[in-house]
Each structure stands twice: as structure tokens, then as C-alpha cells.
């Protein structure tokens, strides 16, 4: 019997072996989820259910005393995004002997963005206690821990009133503030109990600003008016660059529970 030997030419069998390592390649790169990136947000912690979805915690900077906006993306087992769930926050401060929450916006998701977003009023830094962020999806509740650093300027405060409501008023985040007439946004909420601060809706807010290092006002403000869900926005008007501070009377009714709430601006 004959033997006829067959000889494959070298590039033949590299163009082969590059197909077949293409085709692995491919493959295995369809089982890898991959990992979200959002463009100018930091990444905070991760929450990873039984079900292996994920829920990543996003902001747009470290997170400080104050209303701090929280951005949310929720990805299934396969990586693939889930926008038509309900996710709540609850975030809890844990002083060794005693534990609190504080004012929270439940996400919602953002068509836009892609992402859900809400909000949670952290009211003092970290220190040598803990904050942690509860995420609760479905069933299932994960805790995240994350660090609250001092903010350089007061954004937000308590107040008890005469009514004997504690009143918590927090500055919302918005766009850099200018010399002119800016738009504004505050939250107000009421301590219910240690952990429970619903928003409060049935407010008349008067604005004054200072300028405290010049002595002086500006005119043609525009008092805060609610809107919903605690939100409260007007117009303050900036004469010139430097330290403001925004001076706010509440009244219910009429009658005036709060006499000088104040926030601190530089800009």
C-alpha cells in the first residue's frame, strides 16, 4: 500500500489556528457580565443578590454632610440593565449605643441617564461611627457601608420649632451658582422618630440672603414655593461672587414655627 504525504502550507495552518482561537475567544467573552462604567460618577460599593443581580452605587463626588444625590444601576446575572424595578434606600448611622436614620428620596429611574436616582441627607460625618446605605430590591435588603466626610460649608440643618416638630433643611445640589438671579432648591423634612423623616409639604418659606463678610441683602428674590415630595424651589439673587448665607422663616398656617433656618454659599 501507498502512503501519499500532505503537506499544509504555514499560512494556511495560521490563518486556521487564528480562526479557531477567534472562535474561543468570542465564546468566552459572551459569559463575561460586564462592568458598568458611568462617564464622570464614583463608583461607592456594590450590592450582590442570591439571584446574582447587582445594584452598583454611584455619586459625583465623595460623599459629604448634606443632600448628596445617589445614582443606581441594576444589572441582571447576564449583566444586562433592568430599569422597571423598585429599589428603596435606607440609610442608618450606627453610634454604637444607639442608631438613627435620616432624610431620604427614594430612586426612580431616569429614562435619560439610564440610571435610577434619588437622595439621602446625610446629617453628620463619619467620624468614629459608621453610616451604611440599606438597598432593597425584591425580597432581599444588602447593606452598604459608606464614608461621609465634613462638608466645608453648612448645606444643612435641624430646627425644632415652636410647633415641637424637629424640622431637618437641607440645600438640594445644583448647578454652580453666578452673579445674578439663580434658581434654588430646598428639602424639608420633619423627624418622625429615629427613623422615620417623611417630607413636609404644607410649608410658607420667606428667603433672606446675607452676604456676611460685605453686611449686606440683595433684591429681587424669589421666595421658595413647594412643589412635591418636600421640594421647595426659588430664586435668590447673587450681586456678587463670595460668602452668602440664605436665611429661611417657615411658617405653617401663617404662623411662623422656624425663624431662621440658614444655608451656607461660596461661590
Request: aromatic letters at 10%; hydrophobic letters at 40%; charged letters at 15%.
Given at each position: 500500500?501507498?502512503?501519499?504525504?500532505?503537506?499544509?502550507?504555514?499560512?494556511?495552518v495560521?490563518?486556521?489556528?487564528?480562526?479557531?482561537?477567534?472562535?474561543?475567544?468570542?465564546?468566552?467573552?459572551?459569559?463575561?457580565?460586564?462592568?458598568?462604567?458611568?462617564?464622570?460618577?464614583?463608583?461607592?460599593a456594590?450590592?450582590?443578590?442570591?439571584n446574582?443581580?447587582?445594584?452598583?452605587?454611584?455619586?459625583?463626588?465623595?460623599?459629604?454632610?448634606?443632600?448628596?444625590?445617589?445614582?443606581?444601576?441594576?444589572?441582571?446575572?447576564?449583566?444586562?440593565?433592568?430599569?422597571?424595578?423598585?429599589?428603596?434606600?435606607?440609610?442608618?448611622?450606627?453610634?454604637?449605643t444607639?442608631?438613627?436614620?435620616?432624610?431620604?428620596?427614594?430612586?426612580?429611574?431616569n429614562?435619560?441617564?439610564?440610571?435610577?436616582?434619588?437622595?439621602?441627607?446625610?446629617?453628620?460625618?463619619?467620624?468614629?461611627?459608621?453610616?451604611?446605605?440599606?438597598?432593597?430590591?425584591?425580597?432581599?435588603?444588602?447593606?452598604?457601608?459608606?464614608?461621609?466626610?465634613?462638608?466645608?460649608l453648612?448645606?444643612?440643618?435641624?430646627?425644632?420649632?415652636?410647633?415641637g416638630?424637629?424640622?431637618?433643611?437641607?440645600?438640594?445640589?445644583?448647578?454652580?451658582?453666578?452673579?445674578?438671579?439663580?434658581?434654588?432648591?430646598?428639602?424639608i423634612?420633619?423627624?418622625?422618630?429615629?427613623?422615620?423623616?417623611?417630607?413636609?409639604?404644607?410649608?410658607?418659606?420667606?428667603?433672606?440672603?446675607?452676604?456676611?463678610?460685605?453686611?449686606?441683602?440683595?433684591?429681587?428674590?424669589?421666595?421658595?414655593?413647594?412643589?412635591?415630595n418636600g421640594?421647595?424651589?426659588?430664586?435668590?439673587?447673587?450681586?456678587m461672587?463670595?460668602?452668602?448665607?440664605?436665611h429661611?422663616?417657615?411658617?405653617?398656617?401663617?404662623?411662623?414655627?422656624?425663624?431662621?433656618?440658614?444655608?451656607d454659599?461660596?461661590?
Open positions: 500500500m501507498l502512503y501519499q504525504k500532505i503537506y499544509f502550507p504555514m499560512n494556511k495560521f490563518l486556521c489556528l487564528m480562526a479557531i482561537s477567534l472562535v474561543f475567544a468570542s465564546c468566552k467573552k459572551e459569559n463575561v457580565t460586564p462592568e458598568p462604567f458611568i462617564p464622570n460618577k464614583i463608583k461607592l456594590v450590592a450582590t443578590f442570591s446574582a443581580e447587582k445594584i452598583t452605587l454611584w455619586a459625583n463626588d465623595s460623599l459629604k454632610t448634606g443632600f448628596q444625590t445617589l445614582y443606581l444601576t441594576y444589572t441582571s446575572a447576564e449583566g444586562n440593565p433592568i430599569n422597571n424595578a423598585s429599589i428603596k434606600l435606607n440609610p442608618v448611622m450606627d453610634m454604637g444607639m442608631k438613627h436614620s435620616s432624610p431620604v428620596v427614594q430612586p426612580v429611574y429614562p435619560i441617564t439610564k440610571m435610577y436616582e434619588g437622595g439621602i441627607v446625610f446629617t453628620m460625618a463619619s467620624g468614629m461611627n459608621a453610616w451604611v446605605v440599606n438597598v432593597t430590591a425584591g425580597d432581599e435588603t444588602r447593606s452598604l457601608s459608606v464614608k461621609i466626610n465634613n462638608s466645608a453648612k448645606t444643612t440643618g435641624s430646627y425644632v420649632g415652636t410647633d416638630i424637629n424640622y431637618q433643611v437641607s440645600l438640594v445640589p445644583s448647578k454652580a451658582f453666578f452673579v445674578g438671579l439663580n434658581d434654588f432648591q430646598i428639602l423634612n420633619k423627624k418622625e422618630t429615629m427613623m422615620s423623616f417623611p417630607a413636609v409639604d404644607n410649608l410658607e418659606i420667606v428667603l433672606s440672603p446675607e452676604m456676611p463678610s460685605m453686611g449686606h441683602s440683595s433684591p429681587n428674590n424669589v421666595n421658595p414655593v413647594n412643589t412635591e421640594y421647595y424651589k426659588g430664586k435668590v439673587n447673587f450681586t461672587t463670595g460668602n452668602w448665607r440664605l429661611f422663616k417657615l411658617k405653617n398656617e401663617g404662623v411662623v414655627v422656624v425663624e431662621d433656618a440658614t444655608i454659599i461660596l461661590f
